[in-house]
């Protein structure tokens, strides 16, 4: 089935830790997004990729880190320096050529 | 990015009765969604706008993207009680990667 994954569905870090989401689609949609959402919030843009190797911060960047080396693959980091990283983590794609965007099931992070 | 301006914010309504739900925006958008999201899951797509002044329906959901393009609204008829969930509304973003620009939601409970 055509789809975007998340993992692990629920993760937990101690502070200081650096920690990697994983995001994969094989929609074969060219965009790929990564958003935060907090209790009672509407999702905030961390970081977008339109293309392989290329990718831009969003409204909320700073630290976090993504890469795009694979059009099916765009992982976040969540460094040390995010001073509030506990969060739903959400991953979306679109294909190019449309406006609407598809959604992954989300990583809940728990930073103890 | 912006938030949009959501409301109500939560609506508590017995099994048959119809919905709605609206957002506003301080700026113009190309393209209004409508999602759902239920506890602990990402975002589903329930209804794209494309063209202001647009009606779509998608079963006992109608959408409509306003004629000033700032505002959409929602409406669910017949509400049953699996329409429990958050209903959020996102703008459009053309100039930032297409990025959305979500409301706060609105939360839906139906009594049987």
């Known amino acids: 089935d055509g789809g975007i994954t998340q993992s692990p569905k629920y993760l937990f870090r101690k502070e200081g830790q650096n920690v990697t989401l994983s995001c994969e689609q094989n929609?074969?949609?060219?965009?790929m997004y990564w958003y935060r959402q907090d209790p009672g919030q509407g999702l905030r843009l961390i970081y977008y990729?339109?293309?392989?190797?290329?990718?831009q911060k969003g409204d909320i960047a700073e630290g976090y880190s993504v890469s795009r080396e694979k059009k099916e693959s765009f992982p976040l980091t969540v460094t040390s320096a995010q001073k509030n990283p506990t969060a739903f983590y959400l991953c979306a794609s679109r294909e190019r050529g449309t406006d609407t965007q598809y959604f992954g099931p989300g990583t809940r992070l728990t930073v103890l | 990015g912006q938030q949009l301006n959501q409301s109500p914010q939560s609506m508590f309504i017995q099994e048959g009765e119809d919905v709605s739900m609206n957002c506003t925006s301080s700026s113009i958008f190309n393209t209004w969604l409508w999602y759902k999201q239920e506890p602990g899951e990402g975002p589903v797509l329930l209804i794209a706008l494309y063209k202001a002044g647009e009606l779509t329906s998608n079963g006992r959901l109608t959408a409509q993207f306003g004629i000033t393009r700032k505002d959409s609204f929602l409406n669910i008829s017949a509400s049953i009680p699996s329409d429990v969930g958050i209903y959020f509304c996102a703008g459009v973003d053309g100039g930032s990667g297409y990025a959305l620009n979500f409301g706060k939601g609105t939360s839906l409970l139906v009594t049987p």
């Open positions: 990729s339109q293309i392989v190797n290329d990718f």
């Open positions: 929609l074969n949609h060219d965009a």
